[in-house]
């Protein structure tokens, strides 16, 4: 089957029913969405699927195909930060990291769809990506200044 | 003397570790420094000064022994020597280095000792120093106990100026200018005409000089980085999914593996593997330790398969309900099971004699670690030795337990130690590291990659201590007068210890932890541990016992201050005798606006408790809604003696706040049928973004040994939202986790 991610077309060979996290991070080798808890109850595998933030661990790559799938390295590279992850760098958010790739690819979906959130849509869209070291006040934090650096352009 | 002899002769209980106190030291090896274990790594025309700085003619690497857990300790530590070298950030290279004596722990030694932090009497520093010796002598590596900090503060400077001053000497040999006229500057000796010599350059005539060892560290007003906010040095690759964890790791020739392990800690009666033997792209099943491996070509095919598995596990060797385990907790307060009366001022039960008398009864869970990134490790066994890959807290216990089961001696283990997704005591376990070494030695040449899924993980975790505590006591003209304080929780530490297969002798320093030194100046005050026998087993989990008891001293305090009629922070300040710890206190009423006026259905509380070394004090302001506790602010102070770097302090006083909290509110660990029934996050999913209350940080300075504060900030947490509670609603909570008596939202 063919797989579309990050604008690049991979040809994989596998079941069906796999879950695109696997996929991702055995078969393709984009190791940075991650494995939490396998149930959609951590966010750490979140990418986008045409824009839309999705928790990849529930996703049969067999429903995938013609569609857009987005990783955290397709939505910018140490050399080319995207706007959200420069607010995360400023705001040094992370602590292990490991919840980090998946906060990112959901608070970019969030502020795709607004550009302004208020502390209630953050709530409302960041409250299932679960962060054991708690770093949640940057977390909000970051995402107030990406988006008005969004505005600003 | 007397006691410090009494002490000396006993066995000491310290978090993971436990050492034998007592042992004559000879002075001559105490001194003694260990090799440098760089020395064996260097090749001709490269230096290094100490076992933390290595130079060769195109790269510089700084040693950072410590793991990195999420705390950011990595930057810290190479903050360290680059502050005294001279080295700016993308001038070198970070390790974790190869486990060795060298890189033995000084602080963990010194904080395991039965006094409290503030006491520097003869006995007290006598037995820091036994303990701080026997740690060298043993070559104890550790990551924990908030000690990272304290290890390192000095003797990493000390490493950086060492290095910068054989350089120097280098520079000055080469160029026959007096060491007096050089300076350093960004990676370079600084010639009196400007011109500039790399540290690269030098490294050839460096390595043929003694280092230098008469070094004076700079004055902290010099400092370019030491509590300035620095960028840290990982925050690029955790931004970008480009820092990889031991789970992203590829080894060349790897297999995948899974594990099913009884739950119940017991062996295997019987089993069904032809379902998962079938499946696509699983290679084999392999026996280990209480249950079975799957080894596939994926992580995904390995986990499927193991899930088909069939078994019909043993029973567990502890009591399969929680009913037995609770009440076993309530049958230890009795006098066979005392572990040590650790503080008895005054007479307690005469005071409580003929007065009304408050008594309470606080309950702690088990609660599991779970840090986000589940256990892996990857394991190559062959007739040469193993090779392991994984991130873990205790380096040359890694060694030794690979050894023990491939067979071969622990220095022909290499262990390459990685950036861990978290741990809060997790990584000072073995089981990851055990189980795939069992299984590489069943596949010799082979790596062995084993991921824990979710659910194993859960069900192989070892929770943190359960216990109770009893607290009677009674007040006088409007005064905390007398307080009885018992406490009973399994001994965490025994429980390592025994999986380290150390003695495990002694008073348990941590069932009282954080209680028994409280810096209350109470005329009647008696606090007693007592050991619960091993139940489930346990193991360190974020702030250790005082995360326990320092959540049935601070509630209990708040009942018995509300029944004086007094105020809460009133009457902590009035008992409050330590200098250090009032004006932690003093701050936090300030920086909260203590007393000033709140809406009917608000409350406040407070609470301090010090551990390790470390006093904090928390304010927490709630709303009671009509659909719940809504949890609006929280204020922290600590004092850490010195902060490092403000950012990341504060993100990590911030990060414990959230930890404490969401613990307190939501989750545990329950056994039925002798399986934990939590299996994912769905039923222990700690604080939620939604839930995070605004939370204001501020660090003091005034203490005179600086201190680390990954943990300090947990234990406050809990009881000053359950004081807080009260205040809005009238309603005391005496167990852990609080959603079982009251709603959140
Ligand atoms: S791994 Fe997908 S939500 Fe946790
Ligand atoms: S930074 Fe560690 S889980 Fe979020």
């Known amino acids: ?153 | 003397m007397g006691r410090a002899k009494t002490i000396a002769r006993r066995t000491f209980l310290i978090g993971s570790v436990a050492i034998a106190g007592g042992v004559a030291f000879g002075v001559y090896k105490v001194k003694t420094p260990h090799d440098n274990p760089l020395a064996d790594t260097l090749e001709p025309g490269q230096a290094t000064f100490n076992p933390f700085v290595k130079i060769t003619s195109d790269s510089i690497t700084l040693i950072t022994p410590h793991a990195d857990i999420g705390q950011g300790v990595v930057h810290m530590q190479a903050a360290l020597i680059a502050e005294e070298l001279d080295l700016e950030f993308g001038q070198f290279e970070t390790s974790f280095g190869s486990p060795d004596a060298a890189y033995f722990n000084t602080a963990l030694g010194a904080e395991a000792v039965p006094f409290a932090s503030f006491d520097e009497g003869f006995a007290a520093r006598t037995m820091r120093t036994v303990a701080t010796s026997a740690f060298k002598l043993l070559g104890v590596m550790g990551t924990g106990g908030s000690s990272s900090v304290p290890d390192q503060y000095e003797k990493l400077r000390r490493a950086g100026a060492i290095a910068r001053e054989t350089l120097k000497l280098a520079a000055s040999k080469e160029a026959d200018i007096p060491v007096s006229q050089l300076s350093t500057k960004n990676g370079a000796v600084v010639f009196p005409d400007g011109s500039l010599r790399t540290y690269q350059d030098l490294a050839a005539s460096a390595a043929k000089l003694t280092p230098v060892s008469d070094v004076t560290l700079r004055d902290p007003s010099t400092w370019r980085l030491i509590g300035k906010p620095m960028k840290r040095d990982d925050i690029l690759g955790k931004s970008t999914g480009t820092q990889t964890y031991t789970i992203d790791l590829e080894i060349e020739g790897m297999v995948h593996a899974a594990i099913r392990i009884n739950p119940r800690r017991a062996e295997v009666l019987e089993y069904d593997a032809s379902e998962a033997e079938a499946m696509p792209g699983v290679s084999r099943v392999l026996p280990v330790t209480n249950g079975l491996a799957v080894i596939a070509n994926s992580t995904w095919r390995a986990i499927n398969a193991a899930n088909q598995i069939n078994f019909d596990w043993a029973e567990a060797p502890y009591p399969a309900e929680m009913d037995a385990h609770w009440a076993e907790v309530a049958a230890s307060f009795m006098e066979d099971r005392l572990d040590q009366e650790w503080r008895s001022d005054g007479d307690p039960d005469a005071a409580m004699e003929s007065t009304e008398v408050l008594t309470a009864e606080y309950r702690a869970p088990y609660v599991a670690h779970q840090p986000l990134e589940p256990l892996a490790a990857i394991v190559r066994v062959d007739n040469e030795g193993a090779e392991v890959w994984a991130g873990h807290q205790l380096p040359r216990f890694v060694q030794q337990k690979v050894a023990a089961i491939a067979g071969c001696e622990p220095d022909q283990v290499t262990f390459h130690n990685q950036y861990s997704g978290g741990s809060f005591g997790h990584r000072l376990e073995f089981d990851n590291i055990t189980l795939t070494t069992e299984i590489a030695t069943q596949m010799p040449g082979v790596p062995v990659k084993l991921t824990f899924s979710r659910e194993e993980d859960f069900a192989q975790d070892y929770p943190r201590q359960i216990g109770m505590s009893r607290s009677s006591g009674s007040v006088k003209d409007g005064k905390v007068d007398s307080w009885s304080l018992d406490i009973a929780t399994v001994s965490a530490a025994r429980s390592q210890s025994a999986r380290l297969g150390l003695p495990a002798a002694g008073p348990d320093t941590q069932i009282a932890a954080g209680a028994w030194s409280m810096p209350y100046a109470i005329p009647h005050l008696r606090v007693r541990a007592y050991a619960v026998p091993e139940l489930a087993p346990t193991s360190s989990w974020r702030s250790v016992g005082a995360s326990t008891a320092g959540f049935f001293a601070e509630g209990y305090l708040d009942e018995l201050i509300h029944f004086a009629g007094a105020d809460p922070m009133e009457e902590r300040l009035r008992l409050c005798t330590n200098p250090i710890h009032r004006q932690v206190l003093e701050t936090i009423a300030e920086m909260s606006n203590w007393g000033s006026d709140l809406s009917e259905n608000q409350g406040r509380g407070v609470a301090m408790v010090e551990s390790f070394g470390v006093p904090t004090a928390e304010v927490v302001e709630v709303t009671n809604t009509e659909d719940g506790i809504k949890i609006d602010r929280v204020y922290i102070v600590a004092d850490v003696g010195r902060v490092i770097d403000p950012v990341n302090f504060e993100n990590l006083m911030q990060g414990g706040v959230i930890w404490g909290l969401g613990h307190a509110i939501n989750s545990e660990i329950t056994y039925s049928d002798g399986i934990a029934e939590q299996t994912n996050y769905d039923a222990a999913e700690g604080m939620r973004l939604y839930q995070t209350p605004e939370i204001i940080v501020k660090g003091l300075e005034n203490a005179e040994k600086i201190r680390g504060i990954g943990e300090p900030p947990v234990p406050p947490a809990a009881p000053a939202l359950a004081n807080a509670i009260f205040a809005a609603t009238g309603q005391r909570l005496r167990e852990m986790p609080f959603n079982k008596h009251i709603d959140f939202v």
Do not use: F
């Open chain 1, 1 to 153: 089957m063919q797989l579309t991610i990050n604008n690049k077309i991979y040809d994989v060979d596998i079941e069906p029913d796999t879950p695109l996290l696997w996929v991702l991070r055995d078969e393709i080798g984009l190791k940075g969405t991650k494995y939490g808890c396998g149930i959609a109850q951590c966010g750490a595998c979140t990418v986008h699927v045409d824009g839309e933030a999705q928790r990849s661990c529930q996703l049969e790559v067999g429903d995938l195909e013609g569609s857009a799938i987005t990783t955290i390295e397709g939505v910018g590279t140490p050399e080319a930060l995207s706007a959200v992850q420069q607010a995360w760098i400023t705001h040094q958010v992370a602590q292990c990291g490991y919840c980090q790739s998946g906060q990112i690819m959901q608070a970019t979906a969030l502020l795709m769809e607004n550009n302004a959130p208020t502390d209630e849509d953050i709530d409302d869209s960041m409250s299932g990506n679960l962060c054991r070291c708690g770093t949640y006040p940057r977390i909000r934090a970051a995402i107030h200044d990406a988006a008005t650096k969004l505005q600003e352009g």
